[in-house]
Nanobody
Framework: QVQLVESGGGLVQAGGSLSLSCAAS????????GGWFRQAPGKEREFVAAISRRGGFTSYADSVKGRFTISRDNSKNTVNLQMNSLKPGDTAVYYC????????????????????WGQGTQVTVSS
């Protein structure tokens, strides 16, 4: 079993920054890549960012590229998402996710490529 817990969500003004953290516990040896997704009210859950097992490869949605940075600290079993220049359109529940297994270069972008999910943390960006 793997458990993922997000933290760091909150309310921020447009143009501001937030840092989200995902802490993994349980059978963490079985998870390789890490990812972030988000879901706004009335919209489908969408890919935000992913990072490979060792952090050497990253992938970003076009909507956040240049503003968000994903990173990880495997010694702490955490994956972070630094969000800068936030826009009201970034308002959503943000979910941490991880696939079971994979390669050192794997940075999945599809929901069905992930096996473990956190409960989500609310990010609200005011105009």
């Amino acid at each position: 079993q793997v458990q993922l817990v997000e933290s760091g969500g909150g309310l921020v003004q447009a143009g501001g920054s937030l840092s989200l953290s995902c802490a993994a516990s349980g059978r963490t040896f079985s998870i390789y890549a890490g990812g972030w997704f988000r879901q706004a009210p009335g919209k489908e859950r969408e890919f935000v960012a992913a990072i490979s097992r060792r952090g050497g490869f990253t992938s970003y949605a076009d909507s956040v590229k240049g503003r968000f940075t994903i990173s990880r600290d495997n010694s702490k079993n955490t994956v972070n998402l630094q969000m800068n220049s936030l826009k009201p359109g970034d308002t959503a529940v943000y979910y941490c996710a991880a696939p079971q297994g994979g390669s050192d270069y794997y940075t999945p972008r599809k929901i069905n490529e992930y096996d473990y999910w956190g409960q989500g943390t609310q990010v609200t960006v005011s105009s």
